[in-house]
């Protein structure tokens, strides 16, 4: 049991209890006094614990999408990827196509990466942006502005087009595998809106004749919430369909997507071959509208833990690729903003290149099976 404490005249655990009247005053030690022209004296302002107040950093949210512009930074700048700077922030910034905000912290995050150009390219890049959106005029402007003029004397034309767009291609980094290398033209990319109610009934019929699909998909990640998903890859042999997954789900009546897709996925004679199922399936499940059509799905063959194909379930898609066929596989669009439409077309190119190449991987190791 807790000892009781002691009272007046009572005896407590380090020895008599001294009444309070008693006792000595406390000392207190003497806080430092701060020069008020200290500041302009070259000194440091003491730290007294408290964060001063920043134009863009004290936003909401904003703390998170500066530890997400500094991981994509890191990714895209891994030795292994060989890409230039430039390269590097113009994919960070396609990430914040519709997000002022996420501009904002990545322009921040450039100054104080001592990337001046590449900072202000951001801001003469999305100026009326800025100026359009209140908020955003209201809480970022004024300081941009001031770091602009701070960085630079330059004013060169505002409407800078990135690299990313003006020199976009229909293939891969040079010296990686291409459709066309696997003999395979930009017409087997068909990208499906959701519009168009006979390109769909194609793409089903093509899927349905099928003995074997590939499934992936494309999602972005949510500040503070779930993954949404973007973009559906369902490939046969030939072609790979992209569902732009907004469109379909917003036609999904009219298109009856949903039973449709039901029929290929819980087909037992159409095997689907994914590359890491459970990822896959996280995040449709995620989405309402996914978790009805992947309830029942069936006959299903993972590259990943397939014992035969990846023993020890360390292979990356990139290393099956390399080992399998020895092509260099180029994934630097795996880490581009999928949310943007029109996609560019080199997006287009590995999300139709990525599925054709399981299917490929599958056959190497299972053609006896296919073709009985």
């Known amino acids: 049991a807790r000892p009781k404490k002691g009272g007046k005249g009572q005896k407590g655990q380090n020895g008599p209890k001294v009444p309070r009247e008693q006792r000595p005053p406390r000392q207190r030690a003497e806080r430092p006094k701060r020069d008020d022209n200290e500041e302009s004296k070259g000194g440091e302002r003491p730290n007294t614990g408290r964060t001063k107040f920043h134009p863009i950093m004290s936003g909401m949210n904003n703390q998170d999408r500066l530890r997400r512009v500094e991981k994509l930074w890191k990714l895209l700048s891994e030795p292994s990827r060989a890409l230039p700077k430039q390269a590097v922030y113009e994919r960070v910034e396609e990430h914040f196509a519709d997000d002022i905000h996420g501009v904002a912290v990545l322009f921040e995050f450039l100054v104080r990466s001592s990337e001046v150009r590449f900072a202000c390219d951001v801001y003469r890049r999305h100026r009326n942006d800025f100026e359009k959106d209140e908020q955003a005029r209201t809480l970022y402007l004024d300081y941009i502005l001031a770091e602009v003029k701070r960085l630079t004397e330059d004013e060169p034309a505002i409407n800078v087009p990135p690299l990313l767009t003006s020199e976009d291609e229909f293939g891969p980094s040079e010296g990686c ?84 897709f039901s029929g290929v996925l819980n087909s037992r004679r159409i095997t689907k071959v994914v590359f890491d199922f459970d990822e896959t399936y996280d995040i449709l499940i995620a989405d309402n509208f996914g978790n009805y059509y992947l309830k029942d799905i069936s006959n299903v063959l993972d590259l990943r833990y397939d014992k035969k194909v990846n023993p020890n379930g360390k292979r990356t898609t990139k290393a099956l690729v390399e080992e399998v066929f020895g092509y260099n596989l180029d994934q630097i669009e795996k880490l581009s903003y999928w949310d943007r439409r029109p996609l560019r077309k080199a997006q287009l190119h590995y999300a139709a290149l990525e599925t054709i190449l399981y299917l490929q991987i599958h056959d190497k190791f299972f053609q006896k099976r296919e073709y009985r």
């Open 177 to 260: 595998v291409s459709l066309k290398q696997l003999g395979l033209t930009e017409k087997s990319a068909v990208y499906i809106s959701g519009a168009d109610r006979k390109i769909v009934d194609t793409a089903f019929e093509k899927l349905l004749a099928a003995n074997a699909i590939a499934l992936e998909v494309k999602w972005v990640p949510r500040i503070g919430g779930r993954a949404r998903v973007s973009l559906l890859q369902v490939a046969t042999r030939n072609e790979t369909y992209l569902f732009d997954y907004k469109g379909v789900v917003k036609n999904n009546e009219a298109l009856e997507f949903g039973s449709r």
